[in-house]
């Protein structure tokens, strides 16, 4: 008896579930950002094969819960993503708990797991999934019967002229969002950000309009993120092991290994 009341004391209290999620945020968020950045690819293409709002992929990489819906609805987003960058979206997304049960199975007792598996918001989310997928499929219905009808019109078609839709509406869709994204952030003088993924553990040093942000030793895998209105700097002593990304641009190396390296980084003015 006094060695199970000993063992029990020593039991140390687990973090609150909204904790955990914020927590498994951050790790997932800047996994998915890593991987972006490897493939070369920008917000605006994720986000067209995606459909989701980049204001919602952002929040995602930055680990910001705050700005995020519902956590059964953060699940979807995270498979979405996952699943664009070529990984299991499923298995990805699974680790983001989304209700005690999950975090916790042991404490379920004797309750029905129907109920603590299967919430009411699954079937919204299976609502809105079917939606989506009805207005896709209604949209490339009505390309096929316009380029047929063009096809009827045309009385010696050639096969190289037949050309999938669905290509020049990506392309089309990203040169837009690239130039109304440029021409919001002239408009609205948009801040200077860098983002920081750490290769390798380095002391770092960030100011941020003339104010000390952060100065201290970051591990190995840490990604974070700064903004500023007028000027970031960013000092390390390992460039080599530090990747930056200046507003989410490709992220690239501060310089080389062992090396002492400062970058200082101006917000474009407003006009």
Same mark, same amino acid.
């Given at each position: ?38 493939? *070369? ?6 986000? =067209? ?39 299991? *979206? =499923? ?8 209700? @005690? ?59 190289? @002229? ?7 509406? !990506?392309?089309?869709? =990203? ?13 609205? *003088?948009?801040?200077? #950000? ?22 201290? !030793? ?29 507003? #989410? ?13 400062? =970058? ?8």
């Amino acid at each position: 008896m006094k060695w199970l009341r000993k063992k029990k004391n020593n039991h140390q209290p687990s973090l609150s579930l909204e904790e955990q999620r914020a927590e498994k945020l951050a790790e997932l968020g800047a996994q998915l950002w890593a991987l972006r950045q490897e493939q *070369g690819l920008s917000l605006e293409q994720v986000v =067209v094969l995606t459909r989701i709002p980049r204001r919602l992929l952002q929040a995602i990489e930055e680990g910001n819960l705050n700005d995020l819906p519902e956590p059964v609805y953060i699940q979807g987003l995270l498979r979405q993503f996952a699943d664009a960058l070529g990984l299991n *979206g =499923v298995e990805f997304s699974g680790t983001f708990p989304i209700s @005690s049960a999950q975090v916790n199975p042991q404490s379920m007792g004797n309750h029905s797991p129907l109920a603590q598996l299967r919430p009411i918001h699954l079937y919204f989310l299976y609502i809105l999934l079917i939606v989506c997928s009805v207005n896709g499929l209604s949209q490339l219905l009505n390309n096929v019967v316009l380029q047929a009808s063009n096809s009827q019109n045309q009385p010696y078609p050639k096969q190289k @002229s037949i050309v999938k839709p669905e290509i020049a509406q !990506i392309k089309e869709s =990203v040169e837009v969002q690239s130039v109304n994204d440029t021409l919001s952030a002239v408009q609205q *003088g948009k801040a200077v #950000q860098i983002g920081v993924t750490l290769k390798a553990s380095s002391w770092i040093r960030v100011v941020a309009d003339g104010k000390t942000e952060f100065e201290g !030793i970051l591990p190995e895998g840490t990604h974070r993120i700064w903004k500023a209105q007028e000027q970031l700097t960013v000092k390390t002593d390992n460039a080599g092991g530090v990747l930056m990304s200046i507003n #989410q641009e490709k992220a690239k190396e501060m310089g080389e290994p062992g090396k002492e390296e400062e =970058v200082r980084i101006a917000a474009k003015p407003k006009f």
